[in-house]
Structures are given as C-alpha cells and as structure tokens.
C-alpha cells in the first residue's frame, strides 16, 4: 500500500518541488492532503491533477468550502492529523508552521521538515511532541539532510562537530557599506539556489544559516560550540561530519532540493529516481570554502547570540527577522535595517523559558511589535 503524503505550502517553493520529486514517485506514494496560503489557482491546478481527499488554503477560502476542503488556519492542523497521512511535508514558511508540526508529531506522523522556523521557535517543545506522539522529524533543508545522510547508522557519541556550508548569498564580495543599500531585486538573485522571496534574503543577510544551526542543534543535540558554518559559494558540499576520532564525511550533489525532499520521505531507505541529475565531479570542478566575516553578515552573530542566551531569544530573533524581511520586501526599510531591527530587539526583549505555546506565542508577538517599532522609528 503507497504511503499518504500531506503537503503543507503546496503552492511554494517546497511544495511545488515536493510534488515534482513524487510525481516520479507514483508507485509509492500518494498525495491525500494539500493546503496552500493564498494562491487559490495554483491549488485548484494541482488538486485536479492529484485529486487528494483534503484540501485547504489559508487565506482565501470562505469556511464554506464543503466535505474534504477547509479555510484558515485550522486547514493545516487538519490536514496534518488526517488518519490517512503518513508523512507531512512541511513547506510553510515562518512562524505559521509550528501549530502543524506539534500536531503531527503528536499524532504520530513523520514531518518532513522544511520549516525551520519551527525548531527555532520552540525547539523544546517539537521534540517534546515527538517523543510524546511518537512522532518523527525528518529534515528537508539540505544541509541538516546532509548530516543525516553521514550520520544515519552511528553512534551519536562517535560526533564531534558539524561544519554547515553556505553560499554566502548574493553580497559575498560586496563591501559592508555598499550591501546596507542593497535592493529587494539584488537581495533575490540567489547565485546557486532558486528559493522563495523570503528565504533568498534570509540567505542574502545569512540570517538561514543561524536558524540552521539553531536547528541542527535540537535536531542532532550537539552543543552550540559543536555547530560551526563556513561560506562555500558552489553550494556542492552541503555539510561536513567530524567524528571523534578526526575522520570527516561530507555529503555533496548539486544544488536542487529534489534529492532531501526524496531522501526525507524514504530515509532511512534510499530509492531509485531516474529523474535526478546525477553528480559529476568534473563539471563541479574547484570548491571552495571561506570563514564568514562578521562585518558582512551582522544578523548572523546576533542570531548565535540569541541561541546561547536560549529560552525565547531565538523566537524573538525568528520574529524580528520575518518582520524586518517583510518590510524590506515592501520596500518600507533599506537591506541594513534588517540586522539593525533584530538588534533593537534583542537587545529589548527579555528572554524567558520556552516551556509551553502559550510563552513562545507571547514572546513571538512582542517582538513583532518591538521589530515594527524598531524597524519604522
């Protein structure tokens, strides 16, 4: 019997990749639930071609939609905790994936996780859910894919450090006063990766890569001090493993999201798929790799900083950023602004425990309203 697959943000980046990887994939898989935001026409486009028995969009719908569909964002609890979902995929991006994944991993489901914002938020909590539900997190970003692929079948005692690898975004040989006037089209020209608006500046001011290491820490439960990131423009090489003994492992592929999307669907399997582009060390050719230069990435720092301090420092640095990104990409603050407002805010904003949803929402919330405060004064 093919496994039942919830995609969550069906219409973005994830989830349209998502559906191409299981549309090779027919004979194991099929799609019984999806929801998007607000593109209604794409939705209808991909229901009709995989006609799944639950369908919802967040924005857009008007609570009439009948037996099978749903609005709001109720949409993504239910079709996350369907009895005939066995994977859910989540590709909604920010802080509104949370409530899904807990309910998930509660019910038992595997989590395809592409929402990072999650773990950062309320790592605690997800892997708390987890336990509890016996539920599962499997990550899709490709580097915590990467580390996964290198460690599966060891010993977690037998891992020392992990290196992620970043690209270094758009701005890597700028100069720090020219990235600070930087345009919303400059921020988006990813030079190896086609992603979503938001994350493309997320990887401009390398403010993913903190959420990644934030991350990597509940997902692999190192230590802060074991989670290291070096800039690698090519984006070949997308995380290194060093064990205990010296020994290092690297996972490499050129840069889609196909292959963590697949290998989170059927890890710890692996399975045929004549569709991926296959490696060629020849074509890659040189790879490179840099230290990241605080000056050129501020928001990086303050987001580390904002992990050591824990509690709800990382929900609050998470929210100052997704405020502060949005209103860049409406043109309300200059690319500079961006690490300036999640510094306003960290410096206002009194960490406590993350201890239930109740405190990572009140924490969220005000610092959002700290970040548009900070962003427009």
């Not at 074991?226 to 800039?231: F, N, Y």
Request: contains cysteine.
């Amino acid at each position: 019997m093919s496994v039942g697959v919830a995609i969550l943000g069906s219409t973005g980046s994830i989830g349209c990749t998502a559906l191409q990887v299981l549309a090779r994939q027919r004979d194991r898989f099929r799609v019984t639930a999806l929801t998007a935001h607000s593109n209604a026409a794409l939705l209808q486009r991909q229901a009709a071609e995989w006609k799944p028995a639950y369908v919802g969009i967040v924005n857009g719908g008007n609570g009439e939609e009948g037996r099978g569909k749903g609005s709001g964002t109720q949409c993504l609890v239910d079709a996350a905790t369907r009895p005939d979902v066995d994977i859910v995929v989540n590709g909604i991006v920010g802080a509104a994936g949370l409530e899904a994944t807990l309910a998930a991993l509660r019910s038992g489901k595997r989590v395809a996780l592409a929402n990072k914002e999650t773990l950062v938020m309320a790592g605690e909590l997800v892997t708390r859910a987890a336990w509890e539900g016996g539920g599962e997190i499997v990550p899709v970003d490709s580097e915590h894919s990467a580390v996964l692929q290198c460690i599966t079948g060891r010993q977690s005692a037998d891992v020392a450090r992990l290196i992620l690898t970043a690209s270094g975004g758009p701005f890597r040989t700028w100069s720090p006063a020219r990235v600070a006037d930087a345009t919303v089209d400059e921020a988006l020209r990813h030079p190896t990766w086609k992603m979503g608006k938001k994350i493309s500046v997320d990887s401009a001011t390398l403010v993913n890569k903190a959420l990644e290491v934030i991350e990597a820490h509940f997902l692999f439960g190192l230590p802060y001090a074991g989670i290291d990131v070096v800039v690698h423009p090519q984006s070949v090489v997308h995380a290194f493993v060093e064990f205990v003994d010296g020994s290092v492992l690297a996972q490499m592929g050129f840069p889609t999201m196909e292959l963590p999307i697949l290998y989170a669907l059927t890890h710890p399997a692996r399975v045929p798929d004549a569709g991926a582009r296959r490696f060629d060390p020849v074509v890659a050719g040189s790879l490179t790799f840099e230290p990241v230069h605080a000056e050129l990435y501020p928001a990086y720092g303050l987001g580390r900083a904002a992990a050591t301090a824990g509690g709800t420092a990382p929900t609050a640095f998470n929210a100052a950023n997704e405020v502060a990104v949005e209103l860049f990409l409406q043109g309300k603050i200059r690319f500079g602004r961006i690490a300036e407002t999640i510094a306003r805010v960290l410096e206002t904003h009194t960490a406590g425990p993350a201890e239930s949803l109740a405190a990572v929402r009140a924490a969220d919330s005000a610092a959002r309203r700290l970040a548009r405060e900070a962003a427009c004064s």
